[in-house]
């Protein structure tokens, strides 16, 4: 069992804790009681006390490369029944595997960095912020776990039977954030419906300033092989008195096609661009708040993340690649060959 700060094991349950083999290859008993010691109150809504923890088991699993439970249960097969329902209610599922169905989906979909972002949104949260009912806990995990998706979750979690108010949909929608199209509540273990931002062909930048003023536009459309850049006249930021932003693109020559350096506090004339770009070719763009006022969005999926202070991306076959740096093509310093097959010849212009 869990108790406050450790778990503790009754009787011969203590094998599976000291035996090396049984821990990694059947320690779901272990796994689960450690589990309980990680879960956050504010989003432990009714009946989730036993299905919560049971993320962290599933992670663990993964993490010993085991087989996953969900799948070896056939707990898949009952929880897509369940979703074929009509008139659902996620508080009423009385098996605790098929309620974890729902939570571990978002990884899935969203993956590993899903639930340790979500706690540290709610760890950040003001003790006011946090709801002390079974009802306010789910309306603010719904608007939480759409802030961490950076997607408007509501048809996933209406799919699974949990109903959002009209504040709670008002709340996720002024998120600003594209709405779920792809069916992630399908996805399983070995068919996880991952949604990657960077597998595509069409996307779409999104730098902004002061007041949310968005203040540069880029999409790439890599069947056209063209990336047009739409830039917004105005002021980006006034406070940042230096380069705020910038959109370099370079092809696979290494010639720097496109190069715009974006001031914070210099006014910015309307300008438009179009420039060619194809396989091989590097896209890199900085934002001094690109945390929170840049982002990709995949137009395809319908899914968005920030991309931080810098990025580069290398366009591949599938989509985009993150990659560290530009790297430059190597300079050809092969010697020239000697020709073969020549011969000196007497004539001249004159004598032809």
Do not use: C
Request: aromatic residues 12%; glycine residues 6%; negative net charge.
């Amino acid at each position: 069992y869990a108790t406050s700060y450790r778990t503790a094991y009754v009787g011969d349950a203590i094998q599976y804790v000291l035996d090396i083999n049984k821990f990694v290859t059947d320690g779901w008993g272990p796994w689960h009681e450690a589990g309980h010691l990680r879960q956050q109150v504010p989003w432990k809504f009714y009946n989730m006390g036993e299905v919560q923890n049971n993320i962290y088991s599933l992670s663990v699993e993964k993490a010993f490369n085991q087989p996953s439970n969900l799948e070896k249960s056939g707990t898949y097969t009952k929880a897509f029944q369940y979703l074929e329902q009509t008139n659902k209610n996620y508080d009423e599922i009385s098996d605790a595997f098929v309620k974890l169905v729902m939570l571990w989906q978002l990884q899935l979909a969203y993956g590993e960095d899903f639930y340790p972002k979500l706690h540290q949104l709610y760890r950040d949260m003001s003790s006011n912020e946090l709801p002390q009912t079974d009802e306010n806990k789910k309306q603010l995990f719904m608007i939480s776990a759409s802030k961490v998706a950076k997607q408007n979750l509501i048809p996933f979690f209406e799919k699974w039977g949990l109903h959002p108010n009209n504040d709670t949909i008002q709340k996720v929608t002024a998120l600003g954030y594209p709405i779920l199209t792809a069916e992630i509540w399908r996805g399983t273990d070995s068919n996880p419906n991952s949604l990657n931002v960077l597998e595509g062909s069409q996307f779409a930048w999104s730098l902004k300033g002061i007041g949310d003023f968005e203040f540069a536009k880029v999409n790439l459309n890599k069947s056209t092989e063209e990336m047009q850049i739409d830039l917004k006249a105005g002021v980006p930021h006034n406070y940042f008195d230096s380069t705020y932003a910038s959109i370099k693109v370079q092809n696979t020559s290494g010639k720097v096609v496109y190069n715009k350096e974006i001031y914070g506090n210099k006014q910015q004339n309307a300008e438009q661009a179009k420039v060619p770009v194809k396989v091989g070719d590097y896209i890199e763009l900085t934002h001094l708040e690109g945390v929170h006022r840049a982002t990709i969005t995949n137009v395809e999926k319908s899914i968005q993340e920030s991309f931080g202070n810098k990025v580069v991306y290398e366009i591949t076959k599938e989509g985009l690649k993150k990659v560290d740096k530009i790297v430059n093509p190597e300079p050809d310093t092969e010697a020239p060959t000697q020709p073969q097959g020549l011969y000196a010849s007497n004539l001249t212009s004159n004598s032809v």
